[in-house]
């Protein structure tokens, strides 16, 4: 009876929280019968997670089940700490993860093959239908970064976005 009711419990905060999360250089391990990711901090080429005291600005952003990020190009300033306002407004899981397209791909075909993974990073956010969450980034370096919703299928079905990051 207590494994059944901790396995709920574990069910449970992995359905109603906002799960944050990045690349895979830790690995995956099993959790209650959850898998979950962890490991080292995303690839610094992209930024890094940001202190919610020094937030920038706030971009919105919604998850559909149209597979698409609105809005889908989002335009911020080196040196900026962005809170991203992320809501699921479909009927699907979705997740926002900021990266690059080579790290998305990889990370894709994992998904593919373990679908039920759950993630523990600081740059992707995962919302069950209806949950909003946020997510803190600082765009350290000038360039272009990839968005996209790495359950399995969404990316392929075009549910990406770009993030470029110009000169202050």
Excluded: Y
């Excluded at 099993?30 to 020094?54: F, L």
């Excluded at 809501?87 to 075909?109: P, Y």
């Amino acid at each position: 009876m207590k494994t059944k009711l901790i396995a709920v419990l574990l069910t449970g905060i992995a359905s109603t929280t906002a799960i944050a999360a990045g690349n895979h250089d830790g690995g995956h391990a099993m959790s209650g019968g959850i898998q979950v990711m962890h490991g080292s901090a995303p690839n610094n080429t992209v930024g890094k997670p940001g202190n919610a005291g020094r937030v920038s600005r706030t971009v919105e952003i919604v998850m559909n089940d149209s597979m698409r990020f609105v809005p889908d190009q989002i335009n911020v300033k080196a040196g900026e700490t962005i809170r991203f306002f992320v809501k699921n407004t479909g009927k699907l899981k979705h997740e926002m993860a900021i990266g690059s397209m080579a790290e998305f791909r990889e990370h894709a075909e994992m998904m593919s093959k373990m679908p039920n993974m759950h993630h523990a990073q600081a740059n992707m956010i995962t919302l069950n239908p209806g949950q909003r969450g946020g997510l803190v980034w600082e765009f350290d370096q000038t360039g272009a970064v990839d968005v996209a919703c790495l359950v399995p299928g969404h990316m392929e079905a075009g549910m990406k976005a770009s993030i470029q990051v110009v000169k202050e």
